[in-house]
T-cell receptor, first 116, second 112 residues
Framework: DAGVTQSPTHLIKTRGQQVTLRCSPK?????VSWYQQALGQGPQFIFQ???????QRGNFPDRFSGHQFPNYSSELNVNALLLGDSALYLC???????????????FGEGSRLTVL | DQQVKQNSPSLSVQEGRISILNCDYT??????FLWYKKYPAEGPTFLIS?????DKNEDGRFTVFLNKSAKHLSLHIVPSQPGDSAVYFC???????????FGKGMKLTVNP
């Protein structure tokens, strides 16, 4: 049973460029959340996708956008990259059931983005 | 303003002894708390959780205690094992949301 998979694992970009990160959720899961983890910090919630729509959003600018596909996989796009966007980007999946959300997320290994 | 705080960045204990990891929160609306463990080059993995209607939850060697009046929770690991060496994150949420607010993490080292 495949867990959460993310790609690429590492990438380097320069300021002003755009990046797309990809995530496949754990088998059977339908909800994908994205978190940013800067060095020495805990993960910070970016947004969550369910039924191909953004369901919740954290305190991130519009340069951060996402998408969820019919097969539940998801992409995170960041435009006009800044040096401060350098971080580990974590994807987490879960199964949305009415009244049964527990906050127990399954995380991937992350995509480490370096912006030069 | 950090809503979930793990004030000690690291802890070192001997194998077999108790490890106590602490976490404080400021948002009184939080009603569900979780601990995640993270090994290097891996994503965080869920360890244990507690609802605000309880003050204790136990799962094997892991016990989480919640003191709502003090807005404080702690994770006890007894006995500690070298394989427990990892970074531990405290997280909180409210109203069944999966928008978790994490602390900065604490690195636990269990020495053989």
């Amino acid at each position: 049973d495949a867990g959460v998979t993310q790609s690429p694992t590492h990438l380097i970009k320069t300021r002003g460029q755009q990046v797309t990160l990809r995530c496949s959720p754990k088998s059977g899961h339908d909800t994908v959340s994205w978190y940013q983890q800067a060095l020495g910090q805990g993960p910070q919630f970016i947004f969550q996708y369910y039924e191909e729509e953004e369901r919740q959003r954290g305190n991130f600018p519009d340069r951060f956008s996402g998408h969820q596909f019919p097969n539940y996989s998801s992409e995170l796009n960041v435009n006009a990259l800044l040096l401060g966007d350098s971080a580990l980007y974590l994807c987490a999946s879960s199964l949305t059931r009415q009244g049964a959300n527990t906050g127990e997320l399954f995380f991937g290994e992350g995509s480490r983005l370096t912006v030069l | 303003d950090q809503q979930v705080k793990q004030n000690s960045p690291s802890l070192s204990v001997q194998e077999g002894r108790i490890s106590i990891l602490n976490c404080d929160y400021t948002n009184s609306m939080f009603d569900y708390f979780l601990w995640y463990k993270k090994y290097p080059a891996e994503g965080p993995t869920f360890l244990i959780s507690i609802s605000s209607i309880k003050d204790k939850n136990e799962d094997g060697r892991f016990t989480v205690f919640l003191n709502k009046s003090a807005k404080h929770l702690s994770l006890h690991i007894v006995p500690s094992q070298p394989g427990d060496s990892a970074v531990y994150f405290c997280a909180a949420t409210q109203g069944g949301s999966e928008k978790l607010v994490f602390g900065k993490g604490m690195k636990l080292t269990v020495n053989p």
